[in-house]
């Protein structure tokens, strides 16, 4: 634990006199912060009184960039944005680009897309996975999770020759179409894939000691997710039966059958446990997704290099592992935006920090921390 | 270590004692650069293949080279994402804790020189040599986890061209894949090579 002792911020909230009160400071640079979140923490004893996160140790200024590429060179940026489901940020663009552009996309794209971002929510959700147990002290679950997650890459790299930084999804379409055989081996690892599920299920959510250690730890309540606007696992781990790709659909979601799984407690376990039922509901559609999908074009033919959109503004948005993730754009007439918002999912999912963690342990708030699945690329862009 | 130095210093002022020093620079690189502890310095996405490296497929313990998040434990700090202006002064500090001898590893085009971000941004810093002194260099954006071995390879290669003497340094050995080493001046010795051509 990096402790900046002598910090302004350990200073701001002085002693009570007759309380014991302990400022701690976690981070930037801290294992269990999932990247550079500091939060500083009031501790009286163990006890967390106060947790406060400070953010912006990974403000890259995406968004202010965005106003000097043009509308193609965005897409690359967007993939650094969200670094553990790039898919979804790319989508999400391109999804603003078109409305904003009028564009129409061809079906197989569309199939496509979904495809690869059902892929990406599971390699997603399964760092998540890795990343809660390894915080609970399971180390082992991480190796498990990991070795899903690397299935995907694999898969990623034979489409788009990249493991991590796709650029996949453009205005339009996709960028490439599947080499041969691709499909028979994502059907044979969503076979796979639940088999390693139920094997994670037993390892470690059947576990007393992981019960233990995140059952009834910070309980979210359905009201307080609306109210602070918790979207994805986060909502769904507290009962709040919201997700954009069946109650705002998107793409050719609406031709899927699949489920939305919601938790009952708003506790870590239940948010985790919502990720693990997510993968298995990512498999039966990226099985469907495959059957359906016909030959055809994969990208809107005659579209212009150097996109122009008239003046205006679109704001598109999809559900990606994290939650709702928006692209709001503002066009000028030129070929570069004029704007790009990004409403990030793991901004608001981190917002909910101080309202969970108080009252718990220490040692409960990177647990807690984990179960919020924040990706700092995303939260400050 | 200063002891190891001044030890280093008197040597070299005797007759005859190379033979003494390079037995023990030998031991000692070969020490120090088998057991490479890293300081997983992750800011952003290279924090993710850092991971990877990490894990089962490529399993960096292999080559003794152990992600440890204390700069106390730690032999060298693998830089690996974009570093903010923000972020610059933690990663200094965390550099200062880490305890001699140290080397840097700057994975990513951004921790190299800003990479993707260097233009158009006000926030990242252009390069982590900026302000440490950066030892191997990884392109890529993200780089594979295999060129994250072969940086530590490379930095095995850098470390044993150390020595403790302080005008004893010697040169460097070049490795280029795939070919017949090539050698510039007095060859130290054999570190590394038999497992590079294992992992290849």
């Known amino acids: 634990m990096t402790a900046e002792i002598g910090s302004d911020a350990c200073f701001t909230n002085r002693i009570d006199p007759g309380v014991d009160e302990l400022v701690v400071n976690v981070g930037p640079s801290h294992p269990s912060t999932h990247g550079v979140c500091r939060v500083i923490v009031h501790l009286d004893g163990e006890v967390v009184t106060k947790a406060e996160p400070v953010i912006g140790y990974l403000h890259r200024g995406i968004e202010k960039m965005a106003e000097n590429r043009t509308y193609l060179q965005v897409v690359p940026l967007t993939d650094r944005l ?37 892929m990406q929510r599971i390699a997603s959700h399964m760092m998540s996975l890795g990343s809660a147990a390894a915080d609970t002290g399971a ?28 650029n996949y999804v453009r205005p339009g379409g996709v960028s490439f179409e599947i080499p041969e055989g691709w499909t028979e081996r994502v059907l044979q690892f969503c076979r796979d894939h639940r088999e390693g599920l139920e094997q994670m299920d037993r390892l470690f959510f059947g576990n007393v000691i992981a019960k233990d250690r995140m059952k009834h730890i910070g309980v979210l309540s359905p009201e307080d997710a609306v109210a602070w606007g918790a979207s994805g696992p986060v909502a769904r781990g507290s009962g709040v039966n919201w997700d954009m790709r069946k109650h705002d659909p998107y793409s050719v979601y609406p ?16 948010r985790a446990r919502v990720r693990l039922f997510e993968c298995y509901e990512s498999c039966r559609i990226i099985e469907q997704a495959i059957s359906q999908m016909h030959p055809g074009p994969i990208r809107t033919p005659g579209l212009p290099r150097l996109l122009a959109p008239r003046p205006g503004d679109a704001y598109d948005h999809i559900e990606s592992a994290r939650g709702a ?35 718990h342990m220490l040692s409960d708030l990177v647990v807690i921390l984990g179960s919020l699945d924040p990706v700092f690329g995303e939260v400050d862009r | 270590m200063a002891l190891i130095d001044r030890l280093g210093e008197t040597l070299d002022k005797g007759q005859g004692s190379g033979i003494i020093l390079s037995t023990v620079d030998s031991l000692l690189d070969w020490a120090r650069g088998k057991s490479l502890w890293a300081m997983p310095m992750g800011t952003a996405c290279c924090a993710m293949e850092l991971i990877a490296a990490s894990f089962n497929k490529f399993d960096f313990d292999r080559h003794g080279t152990f992600p440890r998040p204390d700069p106390r434990h730690t032999d060298v700090m693998i830089v690996a994402g974009t570093i903010t202006k923000k972020m610059a002064p933690a990663v200094k500090q965390l550099y200062e804790q880490m305890a001699d001898p140290k080397w840097v590893i700057a994975m990513g085009n951004c921790a190299v020189s800003g990479g993707i971000f260097y233009y158009d941004t006000y926030s990242v810093v252009r390069g982590v040599d900026e302000f440490l002194p950066v030892d191997v260099y990884i392109a890529g954006c993200p780089p594979r986890p295999e060129s994250l071995q072969d940086a530590v390879f490379r930095l095995r290669e850098r470390i044993a061209t150390e020595s403790i003497a302080p005008d004893r340094r010697r040169e460097a050995v070049l490795t280029l894949p795939g070919s017949a080493d090539i050698s510039f001046g007095v060859r130290p010795g054999d570190h590394g090579a038999d497992e590079q051509g294992g992992a290849r």
């Open chain 1, 139 to 166: 180390a082992t679950m991480f190796i498990y999770a990991f070795d899903q997650r690397e299935r995907v890459i694999e898969a990623f790299e034979e489409l788009c020759g990249a493991r991590l930084t796709y």
């Open chain 1, 255 to 270: 031709r899927f059958d699949f489920d939305v799984p919601t938790g009952s407690n708003g506790d870590c376990y239940d």
């Open chain 1, 82 to 118: 969200d670094y553990v489901g790039s898919m979804y940020a790319n989508w999400a663009y391109c999804r603003a680009v078109e409305r904003l552009a009028g564009i129409q996309v061809p079906e197989r794209a569309e199939y496509l897309r979904v495809i690869v971002c059902e």
């Open chain 1, 325 to 359: 993730l928006g692209v709001y754009l503002v066009s000028d007439g030129s070929v570069r935006p004029y704007r790009m918002k990004v409403r990030s999912p793991a901004f608001c999912n981190l917002a909910l920090l101080p309202l969970l963690a108080e009252g």
